[in-house]
């Protein structure tokens, strides 16, 4: 092997190792969870409607997937039992941030999304947010006036889990 290819061989190995020792963990993993708090949802800045909600899921060593969710409407005319697009998966970025991987809401005026969605992670608490989302109409009435789908809230995860 020449000193160039040895070179490189040495640089591809430090950048996995590094990216694997910066990955981060999620504890306890293949546990049942729920995480359940308040959202705010609205289109187009109108029909404002509060929902208590409840998302059902398991963790895993990255993040939690989400695969049920109920919610009921606190304010507002929107419903709250159906909305966002299961399964939802949270990733654990760090002790202090999540990312809701692509975030999408069906309602019936036409589907939002998905985008990528960066929120706040307390370890203290085990609670994501407060998140915010503006998500682009992508299909039907939404799509066609160039509608967005507005999500807000705070989600709290039991049992607690951390983010390492």
Do not use: E, H
């Amino acid at each position: 092997m020449n000193i160039f290819t040895k070179s490189v061989a040495t640089l591809i190995s430090l950048v996995a190792f590094q990216s694997a020792a910066m990955a981060q963990t999620l504890s306890p993993a293949n546990t049942a969870v729920t995480a359940s708090g308040q959202l705010t949802q609205d289109l187009n800045g109108t029909l404002t409607t509060g929902c208590n909600v409840t998302l059902s899921g398991t963790t895993d060593s990255t993040g939690i997937t989400f695969t049920s969710y109920t919610g009921s409407a606190v304010s507002g005319p929107l419903a709250c039992d159906d909305g966002l697009v299961l399964p939802l998966r949270v990733q654990a970025n760090s002790s202090t941030s999540v990312t809701i991987k692509d975030m999408a809401v069906s309602t019936r005026l036409g589907d939002c999304g998905p985008r990528d969605v960066v929120g706040p992670w307390s370890n203290l608490t085990s609670t994501a947010g407060p998140l915010s989302a503006a998500l682009p109409g992508t299909t039907g009435f939404l799509a066609l006036i160039g509608g967005v789908c507005n999500a807000s809230g705070s989600l709290t995860v039991s049992p607690a889990i951390t983010i390492n």
